[in-house]
């Protein structure tokens, strides 16, 4: 605004000032005859339009330098901006140079880390190298001695199957022995207590005969229980404990029967804590074990007969073919 009055003043005062100029002489030369006003009028024309051509060239000028302003603030604010920012740019600056130092100082002790990783790396693969070595000498004795180890178990199988056909053949007898025993406990039994005739040297008739009433599990040094009783003359076998007890002073026989379907048979015919008699068979294929003994033995009055597993634990005893007989055969007769 303040061009703009400076302008519009300049031109007033150059208007004020033009007929001044125009004034002039005659053909005369006397000076007092004034020119006409037409030039006048085209004069103001002309300073109109050089008015008006001012006027909008200072509106532009104002426009321009309003904008100018503008762009000035603009500039300025984004200077502060500007400086704001190189401020905090420098200060990541810093943090960035401290960072990139601390990282150079874990580089470094990376470094010498790895070095020493180096180091025990080389004597690893030292060690691992004479170690191969060492393997490569052992395995080749290993396999010497894995293929000596199968001649031997090559042998010791021949050896366990001529074994196995020859107990399998020696079961086939004992079942057939057991068979022929059964058959004739009945006619023992039955000429036993015909023993009563008049001179006969058996006054009293002790003879029992026990069976499992049932599949059991037994232990090791644990008394076989038979606990079903089918004959008992005499009434000294109890059924509960498994233990015949001597009523007769005399020599008696004694037999027992054990089948096992888990495992070896191992037993024995006990006498007061004292075997007498051993039960052994072996454990043949899917048909397991059976085995039986028969012995003869004197007793006093009082003295306690068992059979007693001899085993491993667990063994499982089967109830068809295990039994427990025995009977007197003959007093002992004292002269008084």
């Known amino acids: 605004?303040?061009?703009?009055?400076?302008?519009?003043?300049?031109?007033?005062?150059?208007?004020?000032?033009?007929?001044?100029?125009?004034?002039?002489?005659?053909?005369?030369?006397?000076?007092?005859?004034?020119?006409?006003?037409?030039?006048?009028?085209?004069?103001?024309?002309?300073?109109?339009?050089?008015?008006?051509?001012?006027?909008?060239?200072?509106?532009?000028?104002?426009?321009?330098?309003?904008?100018?302003?503008?762009?000035?603030?603009?500039?300025?604010?984004?200077?502060?901006?500007?400086?704001?920012?190189?401020?905090?740019?420098?200060?990541?600056?810093?943090?960035?140079?401290?960072?990139?130092?601390?990282?150079?100082?874990?580089?470094?002790?990376?470094?010498?880390?790895?070095?020493?990783?180096?180091?025990?790396?080389?004597?690893?693969?030292?060690?691992?190298d004479n170690t191969n070595v060492r393997l490569s000498n052992s395995t080749s004795v290993l396999w010497t001695e894995i293929s000596n180890v199968t001649d031997e178990v090559i042998n010791i199988s021949d050896m366990t199957n001529r074994s196995f056909d020859f107990l399998k053949n020696k079961n086939v007898i004992l079942e057939n022995k057991f068979q022929e025993i059964s058959k004739n406990q009945s006619s023992i039994v039955s000429a036993l207590n015909h023993i009563t005739s008049p001179g006969s040297r058996n006054s009293n008739l002790v003879v029992f005969v026990a069976q499992l009433s049932r599949e059991i599990l037994i232990s090791t040094h644990e008394i076989i229980i038979f606990d079903k009783s089918q004959l008992n003359e005499g009434h000294g076998f109890d059924s509960t404990t498994g233990v015949f007890t001597a009523t007769t002073q005399g020599i008696y026989t004694f037999s027992a029967s054990v089948e096992s379907d888990n495992r070896d048979v191992r037993g024995a015919i006990y006498r007061?804590?004292?075997?007498?008699?051993?039960?052994?068979?072996?454990?043949?294929?899917?048909?397991?074990?059976?085995?039986?003994?028969?012995?003869?033995?004197?007793?006093?009055?009082?003295?306690?007969?068992?059979?007693?597993?001899?085993?491993?634990?667990?063994g499982r005893i089967g109830h068809f073919r295990s039994q427990f007989t025995g009977h007197l055969l003959r007093e002992d007769f004292t002269i008084s």
């Open 272 to 314: 007061n804590n004292e075997p007498f008699v051993y039960i052994l068979g072996l454990f043949v294929d899917q048909k397991g074990a059976f085995a039986s003994a028969m012995s003869y033995v004197h007793l006093d009055e009082g003295d306690r007969v068992w059979v007693q597993w001899t085993g491993g634990v667990n």
């Open 1 to 128: 605004m303040l061009m703009k009055t400076v302008l519009i003043s300049t031109f007033f005062l150059c208007f004020q000032c033009e007929p001044l100029r125009n004034t002039a002489t005659d053909e005369q030369g006397n000076g007092s005859k004034l020119v006409p006003q037409v030039e006048q009028i085209d004069i103001d024309k002309e300073l109109q339009k050089e008015l008006n051509t001012l006027e909008s060239r200072l509106a532009f000028v104002e426009s321009t330098f309003q904008n100018f302003l503008n762009g000035y603030n603009d500039l300025k604010q984004n200077y502060g901006n500007l400086k704001t920012q190189y401020s905090q740019a420098m200060a990541r600056i810093h943090q960035l140079e401290n960072v990139t130092q601390q990282t150079r100082q874990e580089i470094s002790a990376q470094n010498s880390q790895y070095s020493t990783l180096e180091s025990i790396n080389s004597n690893l693969q030292k060690t691992v």
